[in-house]
């Protein structure tokens, strides 16, 4: 099993060496504009192809697609469509908007799947830190009325369940978190013994149940902005509702600080690890993959 994660490691990074045709720019939401952007990267050849759809993190108030560039660019020679989204931030980008704008971005590569050379029923959801939370609220949410958006590509019948999950370093549970508490204050919009509801629904751990996509959740042993133990918590309540989740600790790896191939440490999302990406590549591969080999 160890030869045969490594092996894959190293063709999703080499498999293919052109690069990318790139679609920069397309905003997927026009009411917003420039707040509701995504970067889409396509492989070589017609397809269809799989497809991930990358959320980058910054604590709901900071950071951009860009974050996720070079993995998408990655993933993209190695033969899936991928997309950096941006959604918006605070104070925009309250619960339950920024969790709308992701569900309309997934509609809108549904939508243009033609055009992207996409296979609609083989796309996959990833994200990190706030973007993890987001990705786990897309692959739990998606059949909740409360959060369902009103977006151009979003109709009464639109499927916005996506086929896989890969959630990095977040928090999966924000009713009791003791860990950057103010962060979800600020996002939720108030203390929760003010708004104990609004805490529920924004916590994906409390929409788990039957049928879900498959779980990839990362993080870090070490990890001082999250809290660790609720990693685990999801896995262990996706697993009870008979749905497929792993969870995949990077050992005395951090939030942003963690260990490169040289031995040394480096600035680096754990999720983007050397050894989370050999666990990334086999979790696509066994999930939106393995249709394209069969």
Request: glycine share 10%.
């Amino acid at each position: 099993m160890r030869i045969r994660l490594a092996v894959l490691g190293i063709a999703l990074s080499v498999s293919c060496s052109h690069a990318p045709d790139e679609r920069l720019g397309v905003v997927y939401d026009e009411r917003f504009g420039g707040d509701t952007k995504m970067d889409v990267y396509l492989p070589e050849g017609d397809g269809p192809h799989p497809g991930v759809m990358m959320i980058h993190g910054g604590a709901w108030i900071a950071g951009d697609r860009s974050e996720y560039t070079e993995a998408a660019k990655r993933l993209a020679r190695s033969g899936f469509v991928a997309s950096t989204i941006e959604y918006r931030l605070l104070p925009d980008g309250e619960f339950p908007k920024d969790v709308q704008d992701c569900f309309c971005a997934l509609a809108h590569m549904r939508a243009h799947a033609a055009e992207y050379h996409l296979d609609p029923t083989r796309l996959a959801v990833m994200g990190y830190s706030a973007g993890g939370h987001l990705a786990a609220m897309v692959g739990l949410a998606y059949d909740d009325p409360g959060v369902r958006p009103d977006c151009a590509t979003v109709g009464p019948d639109t499927n916005l369940r996506p086929d896989a999950v890969i959630a990095g370093s977040a928090n999966y549970d924000l009713r009791g978190i003791e860990a950057n508490f103010w962060l979800a204050e600020k996002y939720l919009g108030g203390d929760p013994d003010d708004l104990p509801q609004v805490y529920s629904e924004a916590s994906p751990i409390t929409l788990v149940g039957p049928g879900k996509p498959p779980f990839l959740i990362v993080s870090g042993s070490e990890d001082a902005f999250i809290v660790e133990e609720q990693a685990r918590a999801l896995r262990i309540a996706l697993s009870a509702a008979g749905n497929e989740a792993r969870v995949m600790e990077v050992t005395g790896g951090g939030h942003l600080w963690n260990g490169n191939p040289d031995g040394q440490v480096a600035i680096e999302e754990a999720d983007l690890t050397a050894e989370s990406w050999i666990a990334i590549s086999d979790f696509l591969d066994r999930t939106i993959n393995r249709a394209r080999r069969e």
